[in-house]
């Protein structure tokens, strides 16, 4: 166990503390006065909601503003949407609302995780593989710069685990990669990137989710490694994002025995990790955030009133995506009342949140312009640095039969056959748009994750009548899937064509891949799929240049910083 842990059970809690940096003005010590407790509690909870149109007195819209008018939640998480739908319900329940609402969304590689028409970056694992500190930090920028233009003050970005079990179904290319020191300088720059424009950072999810098999969505992962081992590799990126001034830390719905007293309960309930760790050892005075309450590693076995007392008990200090706020703010106030959390406890969270708020300027003004949205969010430059980032990002694993030297040689005929799994839209028309601009003969069939035998027969039927064959994939993370993998009929299909001619694979998603597919001649990671990575990818295979090093260690037999590079031709 570490010390600091069991430090944490036999006195009183560091959250409890209000951080001397976290100066009370008069606005804030009036409001820690005047607001009755229910208030107070509500002011912690933090409700989802989608970013689509809707009317404002479209019934949709009921029960979000119910929460802002008779809860009067602190604060909203808002989901995907363009980005002046998402502004204008964001303005619309700002002015409803008594106390300016704390807006935060999952802003991961870019806006365009949740933006449509948003500046899209590569994952992570993609600027990992680029390894750039400054590309971490534009990557921040711009993402805040957007973000901010469109209403949402706080982002769940960026991810701090370390990526270093292939199995993981959850982190997978959300991390910046495997080694420690590496992940932990990116952070940094990326937290640096993000709050030098002006939105507050999160690192997650503490202390670390990279070491495990099993998505959170479903169940509790267990990591069973020692303190000495998470104190040398999962801490290490939190240690780094909090130097370089993180404002939030998001919990990880992960049991860790190793620092618990050997009891298996999710970091996000355990006072040892979120109080002994996190505050008393790593010295964080900011805000502790819940990963999302509604996740199956909490509802199975503490219900929503439950999680929500346990989770602020063990150190957190907004309560985020609870299944039912009326019910969270009713156990909260319950235990409030019979002493089982105390009010100088609730009084640490709300000061925290309301200086958090007044450092946003939320008091002077809560609203956002809608004619500037169009100047800022998706702007050229924003996206001519997403593509050069996205260009260094790629990574050249194997080209054993010289199928990418054949293609950066010059127009060759060649089949490219696609596929998506039902997490992502369509891949790859970017893709052979561009090889078609450049002149290369592309005979193209898409598969997707409804695709049946005959279908997989019309793709065999596209490979066989060219003498080079590319597959593009997109198989990437998702809550709730619980694996990552190719489909069966796809990875026997890509194994048929490489027996009869060379055969590339490009991962637009997952990098990894070859265990199921190791018969494949060339191989390039792409990391996601999206436009620009489309484009990056098209320059590239016909003679851009080609630098990326793995940030991981790759199986089978790949380690981290191995990469073929390829001048510019």
Known sequence: MAPAAARAQSRPAASARAPASHRTSARVARLLRTLTLRQKVAQLVMPWIPGTYAGFDDRALDRVRAWVDSL?????????????????????????????????????????????????????????????????????????????????????????????????PIINTRSFGGNAAQVAKLVAAAVRGTQDAGMVATAKHFPGHGDTDTDSHIALPIIRADWRRIDSLELVPFRAAIAAGVKVVMSAHIALPALENGATVPATLAPEILTGVLRDSLGFTGMVVTDALDMGALVKNYGPGESAIRAFLAGSDLLLMPTDPRQAIDSMVAAIRSGRVPRARLDASLRRLLVMKEQLGLFRRRTVNLDSLGYIVGRRAHRDTALAVSARSLVLVRDSLGLVDSLRAGPRPLAVITFADGNSGPVGATLLAELGRRGYPVTAFRLGAASGPASYDSAAAVARAAPLALFATSVRVAAWKGAIALPDPLARLIEASAAARPTGLISFGTPYLLPQTPSVSAYLLAWTDNPLTEEAVAAALTGAALGGHLPIDLPPGYPIGFGIQKAAR
């Open 72 to 168: 009067r939640v602190g604060g909203i998480i808002v989901s995907v949407g363009s980005p002046l739908d998402i502004a204008a319900k964001l303005n619309f329940l700002q002015r409803r609302s008594k106390l300016p609402l704390l807006v935060a969304s999952d802003l991961e590689g870019g806006t365009s995780f949740r933006f449509a028409g948003g500046t899209p970056f590569p994952t992570n694992m993609g600027v990992g593989a680029a390894g750039s500190e400054r590309d971490a930090y534009q990557m921040g920028r711009v993402t805040a710069s957007e973000g901010r233009a469109a209403g949402i003050h706080l982002t769940f970005s960026p991810d701090a685990d370390v990526n270093n079990n292939p199995a993981n």
